[in-house]
């Protein structure tokens, strides 16, 4: 029997930890096998995933996780054509055996499983169990290209976390699919995630004791940088209860609402300004009902006492902070308290 496995054993911010991840795979241009070539959508741009939009094939894995075991697969490809992507979903529902998955732009031709991510990766979705359907807010989109300024070649990499608690090998297919922008000029702005919250260690006591935990960073300290949020995609294990993210002195958070693991979804918020020199803070509350406290990690699942505290950000202007000395060394992971150095994929 496989049991479903608690979010972010592996994998944060499509980080991977080296010994603990399967095998990748790699797509041959040209071979049918390359999703990122198929025809644009001719569907609705109005901001709002209907019947009428058109969903195409982006990329998707074949993997198999042996008895017991739980980690990364990997499928990589290269982007061989720009993209204007306002709408992302999972092909189909999410495997009992996947729990979440990230979609990831890169310069790196493989899947590296060694490193901490670099600033020019971009993190462009990520989906949890629920419904993990994305319209992007109409006038902004994610913008694909084959290379980026410093004209490197780029990758698209899906990494999906399974996790197979039975006593026989389990293997699936995971697949997303996107909703192109027919007209390139009606967007107004490019967007992509960081990720925010708290990574470093902090303690939730057993026995349902209802414990909050803040992450505060000031994401835009370089003069003259601001971040607009547009959407929120909060992320926690079992224990989790609510979500609120929130602009430190503004009586209206950007978004505050109930958690439900087995329901994650991703919220289109109000265009919020976060200013520069601002602190934004990811509040997390849990109810922990384990007979153990549980501490920070991405690696060990819940019950053995372990958890995290994350909400993605789909913000504009894409990138992070230039000001190398508050955070651009972390791409992605820019707004995560703790140090974004022990995170590897």
Not at 77 to 93: K, L, N, S, Y
Not at 134 to 154: C, D, F, I, R, Y
Not at 208 to 222: K, N, R, V, Y
């Amino acid at each position: 029997m496989v049991i479903l496995a608690l979010a972010m054993r592996c994998l944060v911010v499509g980080v991977l930890v080296a010994g603990a991840c399967g095998a990748s795979h790699q797509a041959t241009p040209g071979d049918g096998s390359n999703p990122i070539d198929g025809p644009t959508s001719t569907g609705s741009d109005a901001g709002t995933a209907d019947a009428a939009w058109d969903w195409q094939p982006l990329i998707s894995n074949n993997w198999t996780m042996a008895a017991g075991q739980s980690g990364i697969k990997c499928m990589i490809m290269p982007i061989t054509q720009e993209m204007w992507i306002d709408g992302f979903r999972p092909a189909a529902a999410m495997d009992p055996a996947n729990d979440h998955q990230f979609v990831i732009v890169t310069p790196d031709s493989g899947c590296l499983l060694d490193r901490a991510l670099n600033p020019e990766d971009e993190l462009i979705y990520a989906a949890g169990l629920g419904d993990a359907q994305l319209a992007l807010p109409t006038g902004t989109a994610v913008h694909v290209t084959p290379k980026n300024a410093a004209n490197q070649s780029l990758n698209l990499v899906l990494y999906d976390h399974i996790a197979n608690e039975g006593s026989s090998p389990v293997s699936g297919t995971s697949a997303i699919e996107v909703h192109y922008v027919a007209d390139p000029a009606t967007v107004a702005h490019e967007v992509d995630m960081v990720l925010g919250g708290n990574g470093s260690m902090w303690n939730v006591p057993a026995n349902d004791q209802p414990t909050s935990i803040t992450g505060q960073c000031f994401p835009t300290t370089a003069a003259g940088y601001q971040w607009h949020v547009v959407a929120v995609w909060p992320h926690m294990h079992e224990s989790g209860q609510h979500v609120t993210v929130s602009i430190a002195g503004q009586t209206t958070p950007i978004f505050d609402g109930g958690y439900d693991y087995q329901h994650e979804g991703t919220y289109v918020v109000p265009d919020t300004l976060v200013d520069t020199g601002a602190e934004l803070d990811v509040r997390c509350t849990l109810a922990n009902a384990n007979p153990v406290a549980l501490t920070y990690d991405e690696i060990m699942p819940e019950p053995d006492g372990k958890t995290v505290c994350w909400t993605g950000l789909y913000k504009y202007p894409t990138g992070t902070d230039p000001n190398t000395a508050t955070g651009t060394a972390y791409g992605p992971e820019a707004c995560v308290v703790g140090s974004p150095a022990q995170y590897k994929r």
